[in-house]
Antibody
């Protein structure tokens, strides 16, 4: 079974750094792009960016370029999303997704809730 | 970025109803469109890709159609488990891939 399993919920203060993870299993991790999608409380879905674990080629949405960093460690089949200085507006659920074909998403990770509050 | 607009944003229906959700792209996207279902507190789930191809394991009461700028998701006979929020997503042009704002389907 193809699965993406994400790290657990985080509670952070503004200005702190954070790195969340997404571990793939049941398929060749280096052969598919992995992306990240944000869902703010009560809102819709926003695509943030993708990485190809095979060569670490990374693309970002213009809305998130410079705000986050996407990385991957193919040796442990894990992708990451990190912030160097969190803001309250980063409070959201973050999903990792496997990109299929030209770019639909399946499966989705279970989500990581990030709460940023002083 | 390509803008995706769904209609309606929310509506109520009854079990057994046939319902249609519309998704419109701000420019032509051929058939590069996917549909997802999200239930409260859960991750979205892929229903349809390439505008009309049903993902494996998805019930046949779900169907998709359209190409270019106008697309529809139809549920032929609503079941209780279908009450959820539905999103369309274009993958014709990126970055960024873009989603519709969502359509919340509620029980009447």
């Amino acid at each position: 079974e193809v699965q993406l399993v994400q790290s657990g919920a985080e509670v952070k203060k503004p200005g702190e750094s954070l790195k969340i993870s997404c571990k793939g299993s049941g398929y060749s991790f280096t052969s598919y792009w992995i992306g990240w999608v944000r869902q703010m409380p009560g809102k819709g879905l926003e695509w943030m960016g993708i990485i190809y674990p095979g060569d670490s080629d990374t693309r970002y949405s213009p809305s998130f370029q410079g705000q986050v960093t996407i990385s991957a460690d193919k040796s442990i089949s894990t992708a990451y999303l990190q912030w160097s200085s969190l803001k309250a507006s980063d409070t959201a659920m973050y999903y990792c997704v496997r990109h299929i074909g030209r770019g639909w998403f399946d499966p989705w990770g279970q989500g990581t809730l990030v709460t940023v509050s002083s | 970025a390509i803008r995706m607009t769904q209609s309606p944003s929310s509506f109520s229906a009854s079990t057994g109803d046939r319902v249609t959700i519309t998704c419109r792209a701000s420019q032509g996207i051929s058939s590069y469109l996917a549909w997802y279902q999200q239930k409260p507190g859960k991750a979205p789930k892929l229903l349809i890709y390439a505008a009309s191809t049903l993902q494996s394991g998805v019930p046949s009461r779900f169907s998709g159609s359209g190409s270019g700028t106008d697309f529809t998701l139809t549920i032929s006979c609503l079941q209780s488990e279908d009450f959820a929020t539905y999103y369309c997503q274009q993958y014709y042009s990126y970055p960024p891939y873009t989603f519709g704002q969502g359509t919340k389907l509620e029980i009447k």
